[in-house]
């Protein structure tokens, strides 16, 4: 009797386990809030845009600003932005907190698994992100502020596809919009500059020039 009594409660438990490991998850992005962002400088006021919270299971998981990209059918990317604590050490009191924006999130849908991604020399302030299909396209900037690069990055993938010098800080930025996509070929065109432009085609894992002249950024 007590062994069928243990094996019940073991084949129980195995079940219980199954169907909560089974159990699909829920990701929501909520409503849009306005929040305003400060400037470090004093030459420039702040900013206001709109923020959403990244729900998993009814619960707060992130903030996140702009346009969300789905990826699949289970996997979306969105930009994420967070508070930072502002406050001098000498200050007591109520803590300051500042607005920050972030990186980006990759999140799955099925899982509720919510990733950051690793974009090369992306900058939160001034990199534009475009995406189509698991690229992502923008103009990067090199850790000593100074040079700005044509970056292609792919979800999944460490190394940038492509990373291409384009200019320097003062000269491109923040001038370099974000890039454009087209399809039949895949192709992406930069513009870092007044009347400068540079196209790829991406072809997989590969990426060639196809501009052909070289005052125009060609290869």
Known sequence: MSRCWNLSICILLLHISALAASKPHVV?????????????????????????TLYVDGRA??????????????????????????SLPQQSGTSQWQWQRGGWLMIDRVSGKIQQLALAEFDPESSAVNWFRDYAAYCGTSDD??????????????KPLLKKPIGSANDSHPACAA???????IRVTFAY??????????KSRAVDAITPDDSEGGE
Do not use: C
């Open 61 to 86: 998981k992130e903030f996140t600003f702009g346009t969300a990209h789905d990826v699949t059918e289970h996997i979306f990317v969105v930009q994420r932005i967070y508070r930072m604590n502002d």
């Open 28 to 52: 929501a992005l909520g409503h849009w809030t306005s929040i305003s962002i400060g400037i470090d400088s004093d030459e420039r006021s702040p900013t206001t845009i709109k923020i959403r």
């Open 179 to 185: 890039p454009v996509w087209e399809r039949g070929p």
């Open 145 to 158: 502020g100074q040079k700005v690069s044509a970056v292609i990055m792919q979800i999944g993938r460490r």
């Open 193 to 202: 500059a007044p009347d400068q432009k540079l196209t790829f085609s991406v």
